[in-house]
Structures are given as structure tokens and as C-alpha cells.
Nanobody, 114 residues
Framework: QVQLVESGGGLVQPGGSLRLSCAASGSIVSIYTMGWYRQAPGKQRELVARVRGGDNTDYADSVKGRFTISRDNAKSTVYLQMNSLKPEDTAVYYC????????WGQGTEVTVSS
């Protein structure tokens, strides 16, 4: 069973940056389209970024130009660099395949507040 372990979240002021990491067991990262999802309080989980074959990337309009997804196949890890953070980015962030079919990890909490 593949496990996903997210890390790197925390409390940051508006305009700040964070880098999230998602370590996956096995070689899932190099085989499938991988994505970062987030779930804000009281809202549904949404996909914010994905990395496809050839390392092509796509972003939700709300994060385009501020977030960058990448992956390191050798480390079986997916990253999300988040810059110019806004309070509306506050959420628990998860990684999974796109579309998702793995059990969700525990996520990593991001709070953007002054």
C-alpha cells in the first residue's frame, strides 16, 4: 500500500512563502500524474496544481503565478513552492494522484495570517 506523507506547512504572514513536500513510498511519483489538493474549513477539497508526463504542469486560476509544483523521481517526492501567500490560501494541503486513487495522507496545515 502506497503511503503519502506531507510536510512543510505552518503559519506564515500574507506575502510569505512556504515549500511543501510529499514523500511517497514506491515509484508512484514517477509513473502517475501527481497533484496537490487543499481543503479549507467548511469547503470541499480542491485540486490546485498537478504535474503530468514530461513534467508539464497545470494550476488552478487562484494560485497561477504564485505556486509551482515539481517532483523528484529519484526521491519519490512532490513539492509545492508557494509564494505571495494570501489568507485565502489557508487550508490543509494534501498530495495524491490525479485523479486520486490512493488513501489520503494526514495532510499539512497552512495558515496565512498576520
Amino acid at each position: 500500500q502506497v503511503q503519502l506523507v506531507e510536510s512543510g506547512g505552518g503559519l506564515v504572514q500574507p506575502g510569505g512563502s512556504l515549500r511543501l513536500s510529499c514523500a511517497a513510498s514506491g515509484s508512484i511519483v514517477s509513473i502517475y500524474t501527481m497533484g496537490w489538493y487543499r481543503q479549507a474549513p467548511g469547503k470541499q477539497r480542491e485540486l490546485v496544481a498537478r504535474v503530468r508526463g514530461g513534467d508539464n504542469t497545470d494550476y488552478a486560476d487562484s494560485v497561477k503565478g504564485r505556486f509551482t509544483i515539481s517532483r523528484d523521481n529519484a526521491k519519490s517526492t512532490v513539492y509545492l513552492q508557494m509564494n505571495s501567500l494570501k489568507p485565502e490560501d489557508t487550508a490543509v494541503y494534501y498530495c495524491n494522484t490525479v485523479p486520486y486513487f490512493l488513501d489520503w495522507g494526514q495532510g499539512t496545515e497552512v495558515t496565512v495570517s498576520s
